[in-house]
């Protein structure tokens, strides 16, 4: 079985063997030695910065592969309103933020949000709502908390949620491929192919997973699900995500896998914003639509500005930001 320390340092294994032989070949030619020159298209933060809500950055520090933290954004230094947030729409919470802050000038530069899955999120809030990021340690309690609709109201039953649990956009499931599609793959029934290499969010925290399971068992039975997520993950040829389904484009343009089912919206983003990705869509009946809801977590310290959110969420404006990237407004029924 791949474990979860082979998985993070593959693609630096990967590395090594380039430079390796770059810096080989360079010392056997008696050509001067030069360090590698990263692609930052390919590295989160693919915003740039854009994604932060800070008004006093200070110094810039961030290198890709070596000092990153893509997914907390904002500061910490006393903020208005904390929101915790499955990464499924990290891409989204740029605009979004910035769309709120216009109705809400008060709360401008005083927004911190983390943008991580949804399991690990409830893992902080259990831990003193605690982070720890390489050598930074920092703790922020959240004042909203927003998931896949079931998973906000599971946590309104332990207590850490206040009801009601706010459905506001749905999504769908697509299979996310490098472009020019290298793998062939037509459907979901070749993911079971031998030989054909994957990237698939893990079943231990990110709730993607057991939606991915439901598709592959409406479109190959049990069988298929087996293959993908046991028998290919036991002989390597599936790579499980140890962050969050983020790293499947990663995966994917690295040249480590040929395809990895992700939300389709998270598709869309890519190809939006020019990366070398493309998709192919599942046919409903094989389909998993996922439905993603807010709640106020209890004894937060900002209640009106949570509420103010989660109002704002399935407005015509948010809603207008989420249909940019492939989501559709939430209907009861």
Same mark, same amino acid.
């Given at each position: ?11 630096? %294994? ?8 770059? %810096?080989?070949? $360079? ?11 990263? !692609? ?13 809500? @800070? ?11 070596? +000092? ?31 769309? %709120? ?41 959240? +004042? #909203? ?19 009601? $649990? ?41 709730? #993607?997973?057991?939606?991915?399971? !439901? ?14 997520? +046991?028998?290919? #993950? ?41 990366? @070398? ?9 094989? !389909? ?46």
């Amino acid at each position: 079985m791949v474990s979860c320390t082979l998985q993070r340092l593959m693609p630096l %294994f990967l590395g090594a063997v380039v430079l390796g032989a770059t %810096f080989g070949a $360079a010392a056997a030619t008696g050509k001067p030695l030069t360090p590698p020159k990263y !692609n930052e298209i390919i590295y989160p933060p693919w915003s740039q910065g854009e994604n932060n809500p @800070a008004l006093n950055k200070g110094l810039k520090f961030t290198i890709p592969e070596v +000092d990153a933290m893509p997914d907390f954004h904002g500061s910490v230094n006393d903020p208005k309103l904390v929101i915790y947030v499955g990464g499924n729409y990290y891409f989204a919470m740029g605009p979004l933020v910035k769309a %709120f802050e216009a109705q809400h000038p008060g709360l401008r530069g005083k927004i911190f949000y983390v943008t991580i899955p949804p399991g690990l999120l409830i893992k902080a809030m259990e831990m003193g709502n605690t982070f720890t990021s390489g050598n930074m340690t920092f703790t922020v309690p959240p +004042d #909203v908390f927003a998931a896949g609709l079931k998973k906000v109201q599971e946590q309104i039953a332990t207590g850490k949620l206040m009801a009601p $649990a706010v459905p506001y956009v749905t999504n769908d499931l697509t299979i996310m491929i490098p472009k020019g599609n290298p793998g062939n793959i037509a459907g979901l029934r070749d993911l079971g192919k031998p030989g054909v290499r994957l990237v698939m969010p893990n079943p231990a925290w990110e709730g #993607v997973a057991r939606q991915i399971e !439901n598709s592959l068992i409406k479109a190959g039975g049990p069988a298929l699900k087996t293959m993908v997520y +046991d028998t290919k #993950v036991q002989d390597g040829s599936t790579i499980l995500t140890h962050i969050h389904h983020r790293q499947t484009p990663l995966f994917l343009m690295q040249g480590l896998a040929v395809a990895g089912i992700t939300w389709k919206s998270e598709a869309i983003f890519q190809e939006q914003a020019g990366h @070398a990705i493309s998709h192919v869509d599942i046919p409903a009946r094989y !389909n998993t639509t996922a439905v993603y809801a807010a709640a106020v977590v209890k004894g937060a310290a900002h209640p009106a500005a949570a509420r103010a959110w989660i109002e704002f969420l399935h407005s015509p404006t948010a809603l207008k930001i989420f249909a940019h990237y492939g989501f559709k407004p939430y209907h009861a029924g």
